[in-house]
């Protein structure tokens, strides 16, 4: 077996993307390279100290930086891209969070358009602490401190949206894109639908820890070492996804994204329902009532411009299930000997 | 220590009743009193095989029939009703799930209302094997059947509305109600808002198990035997909660319903901000900061006529949490005991 | 042809009603009869200056006074309960409008429920000028004044709804209720279903002129005088509507209720769509196609239990349309006699 | 007076675009100018029959052709664009509306994704009589026809989004787009806010007429004889509009677009209590109360990828109002020399 292409990867602020489609790539890569990459955190590192408010530091303009986007060697419309995330390592000794004005769960927005006034501004830091693996989040308004583990995940991954369109790195929709769930982490295995020549993806986002929902808007943000492996399933081989599929050892995952939240839910759960039929080859209706008592649907992100819902299911109670011919453990495999 | 006193009661069919509110107190209960209930299913039993479909076997001014309710002596407005749900036993050996016309997540509703046709009506029954723990999923249009683990949980539990107001027991709220949450097992303790003298709670909606979003709208519904303990908080030991709160040994759990789905999560979350604020004097800001990287957000329902959102925080992460001072831990004492 | 029998009722405050469903019939009417009413306005009369804030002055357990309920005699569940509205004419020389801590559809509420502070409370009071029919508003945070016509509308009629539930006053569903549509005004019918013995209806929530949506919450709220005609459809001449239908002598109207707004709106289109096969034969696809291109959907309110949406088709564009034998043209030759 | 330029412009096919940004100028014009141009219908003249369906004659990445985009000369960032429609006639002698499998208010939807079957495909012809001024409609399912009058409006005005992205002519937001509103009728100013340089605008989807909330997603679908005025205000004389603003002469009027609808309703709402308060200097809050007994709130669309709706207000309600210097007469009075 030969050595896979290894594509390292460290954009310049001037080289970022900020956007779903529409930004040339950087580099094009052929299926089944190791690629190592390093992202900004969404506030393009521009947040460094609680004294540092969103308004006077951030530029709307210029959030959400994108490392990348690659083209895939290949890849065409109605392919499928896969992205093994083999390893998420921050690559700084802080994250942070802050409150942006107008933006959030539990605050009028550009959309939810209210007369409240915004949210009095605050930011926190948290120092990580490499050894215990933790962060500390420390209360900015009330006497509270705390440690908490570390979960990196990346809250961004998409490729270039279908039918021309070019999307802002802060939306999830069926191209992947801001999804901002906790599943994306180290260990998963991402499918998405090439909708233009080369796929066109890229990834960033890093959060060295986030809930379900990311509440406030903004998780625990820090700037991320990536490594990851790139493959691509060609449309002969199995259809491609109409939404972002995930799989880990234990699970097999969709994500819908949309608005009202439900929308999303539904848009998860059907994505799912189709998949069950592609590797069981069960009915709808049946699917649909395995759903019903196995599914797990852990929020992704309720803050986003499109709201993102997770559909999971247990391979443990399924019959083998190994998808796209047992894409998943081969890259495991592959990444184990990296 | 007196030993508490224990009530034993199972509801004869005309006793059912249909609402939270406006039915009549079956008993009345010494705060501290084991109660040993039988709930029938949210089909009155009327779904026994596959044959049975839900427009001829069901009549919709006669779902969901609750055990209960039952009084609570001395409880007022304002006042936290407290029920430890001890142990809940499978009472059939069956259980079922069907699609009911025009209800469930993926189909037009009566709210929803499309003019689309109903989804072809197809009933499941999952046979019960008590010694596996497992209940028998076997697929109906097409070839598939698995064993799933069971675990048993209480779609409904829920007191008299405030001002007035008498809700179907098919309705979620801040009474609690049809939450169709798989947190509800046996271990949780769940603390509602007194609404009305006497609190008039009862209880229902047995399933087997459930998947989070109950999708179809129908759980593996069986009738449950079930044990519990009454307590209650005066308001003048404890604010009472607006929504509904859950504990058990890891976690605290907060549930909210509305419509759409993403008002259910903000309902919870915002109680749960609340709760920190009474437990560790957390400021608002500072407690949305620490839910937005700490909080688990699984759905509860996304089928009835309110949806329901779970807000979810483990007591790990945080400093020593006893709520209502340490109130679920002696009762779960005081369970280990029976 | 027989005079028709005339019932005046004016309500003691302890008279007043403050659900559908739930509370016991103050009068029974015959179909047929004449009835001169007086209802109070939303706030109880307890709004009457612009320094009477709504937390000081409102308690949230006596909101929206009706009048009634009345029972019709002969009503059974599956008849039609007509109420043709033959005058409203304001019984105070002011109304009152406030913003309610809260309350309203551009600010966070009890649902939508956010981390915002309330808006600064403010009392708007218009005073009346009967001769030239204008009510006067004056801004009261900045300089600006203008009069604006009177357009009196009933905010809220409605009957007791199905399946044993007792509804809040503020709350507007199939039964009809806190509908806050300006379409409720002189001249108009309004259709609705019969769901316990007597329909059990009642009247109520004055507006002296409202906007499309009564975006704030609260209209130019005032105490009405009241003049209807009660009439009653019978099970065998036509079906009960599933939800509220008026007719004016150029349009009809169905008034869809839920959450979120755009499921208000389907049940409105859906109703209509059901009225028009009725009429005229109309296959629902047709039915929807016409609809397409013909229906007028103003908003009703964005700020109640439920959202409310109308839909409003004009009959100039449809053969001659006469809904339940005419009775709409039946009911104005008798107002006209009065 | 020089006589303004007059610009005449009908694309081959070719030279559709399908975006909103992202497609390069076929022409630049002078602020000023008078445009004549033709444009295609929604589907770009592929349903001719009632026999050609949606998924048999149509392709997904082919929808809604846009004539344009235009560069305005000396547009900046900041600016607003200014569109006067003077007159809009149908270019061909029918008109067209079909059911396109999931897409439309009342079916399950890419988003509101659902088990059921796409309903039936059908399609509507109208026969279009230029003298008498109506389409004639043909029920295809039951037996039913009737004339219609025609009244000529586009669904579709936009400018390039602001943030680099490309949206699909399918999509109604800030950069206006395909709101589908009634409104958009020859006499209307539209005001846009200029977020690349040039504007970068386009219009299209004529529709013969149109109810409010375009029902199935389809209008009466038809080619369409633009004319039409270009003027440029400067961001030193007034701010831009966040969000579309129109203006006749009876009315002013605001759109908003999102999901679920109540969203869309609060943009264009807030939208309005801006514009009241650069108009008359109303405090917000006054504003919002003017605007709950004032507005008029018809909805423009429910089927697209955003929902839109209108807030509209009488200029009789208000003191003598002219936005932007009076522009709009000044447009009324030129359009009335050509």
């Not at 066109?200 to 406030?216: K, M, P």
């Not at 700037?223 to 259809?239: C, N, R, S």
């Not at 039929?277 to 599914?295: I, K, N, P, W």
Request: glycine letters at 10%.
């Amino acid at each position: 077996m030969a050595e896979p292409a290894v594509v390292e990867f460290s954009p310049t602020p001037d080289q970022y993307a900020w956007t779903f489609g529409g930004a040339a790539p950087v580099l094009e890569v052929e299926p089944g390279s190791v690629m190592r990459l390093w992202c900004d955190d969404a506030f393009g590192g521009r947040i460094r100290a609680v004294t540092d408010l969103a308004s006077a530091s951030l530029d709307p303009r210029f959030l959400n930086p994108q490392t990348g986007p690659f083209s895939v060697r290949g890849a065409e419309p109605g392919d499928t891209l896969v992205l093994h995330l083999v390893d998420l390592t921050p690559a700084r000794d802080w994250g942070a969070s802050t409150l942006v004005p107008f933006f959030g769960g539990l605050t009028g927005t550009d959309r939810t358009a209210l007369l409240d006034e915004a949210l009095p501004e605050t930011t926190w830091i948290y120092e990580l602490d490499r050894a215990r693996g933790t962060v500390a989040f420390v209360a900015q308004r009330s006497s509270f401190s705390v440690d908490l583990p570390i979960a990196p995940m990346l809250g961004t991954v998409g490729v270039a949206p279908a039918n021309r369109e070019v999307r802002s790195s802060l939306t999830p929709d069926a191209f992947g894109g801001n999804m901002d769930t906790p599943e994306m982490r180290a260990g998963v295995t991402c499918y998405l639908p090439v909708n233009e020549p080369g796929a066109i993806f890229s990834v960033g986002d890093g959060h060295y820890r986030q809930g379900e929902g990311e509440s406030c808007g903004t998780a625990v943000e820090g700037a991320m070492d990536v490594t990851l492996i790139v493959e691509l399933v060609k449309a002969g081989a199995a259809p491609a996804p109409r939404w972002p599929r995930l799989e880990n050892d234990a699970e097999l995952i969709t994500v819908g994204s949309s608005r009202p939240l439900e929308d999303a839910w539904r848009i998860g759960q059907k994505e799912m329902i189709s998949w069950l039929g592609e590797l069981h080859g069960l009915d709808r209706l049946d699917a649909y009532q395995l759903l019903t008592q196995l599914s797990l649907a852990p929020l992704a992100n309720v803050v986003d411009t499109n709201y993102s819902a997770v559909t999971k299911l247990s391979k443990a109670y399924l019959p083998r299930t190994d998808p796209y011919g047992g894409l998943h453990g081969d890259l495991r495999a592959r990444a184990a000997r990296l």
